[in-house]
Every structure is written in structure tokens, then in C-alpha cells.
């Protein structure tokens, strides 16, 4: 082996003679077979670098496949022409839908204020009662005085700076007639012609504002629960103050008041001129007996509630009086579109209860979608323990001799007629 060659010194000199032996045009063209010429992706790899492929053979060129672009190819997406129908569409739902939610809202809003206030304001005149101040006084002022040790009042106005507590102008009845509150100054422009009190202005703690007028001729009775002492006022109330709408049925509501200012009717069906519906307080055995000629009434009760009896009273103190039954047949003939008539206690045919105009009316449209009716009294006596009355119901109307005088609840309402 002396003087021989290693294979170590033969693989060596081989690796001279491979690099040796490359041209410049074989390296070249080797190096244009590792290129892609797509514009589109060039990828230049070594396999002992790439972790991502892993079967590539170490010290070998991965490729990358070029990406290729088909201009032919539609991308799915909405045309400006569709969106802007589909706005539109949405536009028309929302100004179609919106205004009555709003609306429904805030008629809902009134009414949970409205009843909140009732509430707290008859259980103020209840605990008057039963201390022994509620009647007595011969003015609005000293009523209010009394008044606000029970419930907080924030401020007081006389009867000529009643816009100072109150709205200047309100909406009322069925005409939308704008009465100036400035001249609402007498109990006589609530319709109480007989009490000859001033108006006040009121506002209370609550937010809710007020003009009232007090009835001297107020009753209380220390040992009855049956005294709300809400005939002892006429009251006309906004549940959110000076904000519009200002109008009646609305955020505009009232006790005990038949009209406003220069007002005669709350509505008017077939030249009669209806005042606000209202639901009666109970006239005592001893106040029956004592005014029965003046209320109109021939047959009192033996008890102190005679409901019917309080209507009576109601009307005649505002000098008005109960509708009666041609009266009442009237407005139902108006309020159900067709002539409703039809003896005692004998029902009308289906005929559907127009809510619309229920509502304009001031009558309790909650109480037919409730309790699925309401009656109305009528003045018609039939004896110390009944009188007339009228049932108006979702799908048709009668009239009953036998209504008790004695019953109250959500579903009884009177109200009144002018001459």
C-alpha cells in the first residue's frame, strides 16, 4: 500500500474535480430550474429549513406551485341598488311603526301617573276625614292650606296668577278647543255653578301641576270608610306639568269637572252635550234625606252607600243632571254605529264598540278590554233600592231597570247632560 491513495484522498479529489467541473452555462441553468418565472409566487426552499415539509428530502429545492387568478370568478356580495331598497324598506316599517309605540307608550306613562296621583290624593283627603278637617271651609285657599299637611305642595297660586302653577293654554273636549287658563279663575268654570269658590293653583311635589276649586257643601264623616272626600274638589290635573301636549285624556285629567272656561261639553252625540264621565262617590242616608228635592231623587236608602244616589248629587251640584234613557240609547247608537235599541235587559244584536271614539269620549276603555264592559247610570228611579242603567260592552249594549244603587266598583260610571 506504499505510496498509494487514501479513499478519503479520492473523495476528496473527486469533490475538487465535481466543483471544477461544472460549466457557468450548467450552473446557470440549474439555478433557472429552481426559479419559478410566474410573477405571481416566487419560493425558494431548503427542506432542512422548512418545517412546514417535512417529506422534502434534506438538502433538496422545494417549488412553490404558482397561484393562479381567474378574472372570470364573481365574488357573491349585495349592488348599492339593494341596499339602498332594503333602507329604504326599513325607513317606511319604522316610520309606520314607530309613532304608535311612542304613542302607546306615553299614553301608558299617563295613565300609571294619573292613577299614582289619584291614589295619593284620596288617601291625603281619607286621612282628612278621619281627623275631622276635610269640610268646613268656606274658601279654595284655606282647603288648600289644610290640604298640604298631607300631601307635599311646592307652590300656590291665586286665582289671578294660576299660569304661574299652570299651563297658559290647554286642549279640551271633543272640539279640541284651546281654553286660555287665565280665565279660569271661578268653580263655575269647572262647572260647578253652585259652590261660589275660587280657583287655585297648585304644584306638587311630584311634578304634577293642578287648579282646583273646593265645595263648601262638602261632607265628611269620621267613622265612614265610604268618604274618598274627592266630591269635596273639582280638580284639573297634568301629570307632567308644563309639558305638551297639555290636552284632556291625554296627559290632562280631572275629577269632578263638567266643563272648561268657555266650555259646555266634554262631547256632544246628537245635540246632547255630555260632561266628563266619572265614576260617583256614595251619597249618605242622612245627606239624601236632607237634599233629595235638590239632587232629584224621590226614594232614598236606608244605607250610606247609595252610588247612584252620589251620581245624582254630582250632577245636580254642577247644575246638570243623569242622562237618561233615550239619552244614554243615543250614545250608544253612536258609539256602536247603528240603532242599538231593544227592551229591559233584552240584548242588541253583535254589533263592535267603536274604542275610538271611546277614548275621544273620556270614557274607560280599560275597563272593556279589562273587565269587558262598563255601565253607565241613568237618572231614571225605579225604587229606594234600583235605578236604570246601561251596559256597554265590546260586542253589544242593553239597559236594565234593576240596576243596584248600592254597587260600586271599576265597572260603574255616571255622566252628566246639560239642559
Known sequence: MGGGTSLSSHRAGFGVFRSKAISKSTAESAFADSVNCNDNAITTSNAAHSPRND???????????????DSKRKKAAFTLAEVLITLAIIGIVAALTIPTLVQNFQSRAWDTASEVFQRKLE????????????????????FVNELSKHIKITRICDNDDITTCFADKVTWGTENEEVEMADVKRASHFGQDSWGT??????????????LAYNPECVQNQFSNQITGTSCLAILYDVDGFKNPNTQNKDLRSINVSSLGGS???FEVGG???GTPFQPTALTAADCNANKG????????????DYWGGAMKTCADQGKRLPNDSE??????????????????????????DMNKMSQYGLPVDNVTTYGGFYLWSGQETDASYAHQRV?????TSWGSNGGRGGSGPILWAVCVGE
Open 198 to 211: 275660587n280657583t287655585v293653583g297648585v304644584q306638587f311635589a311630584n311634578g304634577v301641576n293642578a287648579v
Open 272 to 274: 246632547i252635550c255630555f
Open 392 to 396: 256597554f260592552e265590546s260586542m253589544g
Open 294 to 305: 235638590k239632587y232629584g231623587i224621590q226614594n232614598c236608602m236606608t244605607g250610606d252607600n
Open 123 to 142: 288617601e291625603s283627603l281619607k286621612v282628612m276625614n278621619v281627623q275631622g278637617t276635610l269640610a268646613g271651609y268656606t274658601t279654595t285657599e284655606a
Open 328 to 353: 244614554l240609547l243615543a250614545l250608544a247608537n253612536d258609539l256602536y254605529g247603528k240603532d242599538m235599541s231593544g227592551g229591559d235587559g233584552e240584548p242588541v244584536g253583535v254589533q263592535t264598540l
Open 264 to 266: 259646555s261639553c266634554s
Open 55 to 69: 417529506n422534502t428530502v434534506k438538502g433538496s429545492v422545494s417549488i412553490a406551485k404558482p397561484i393562479k387568478y
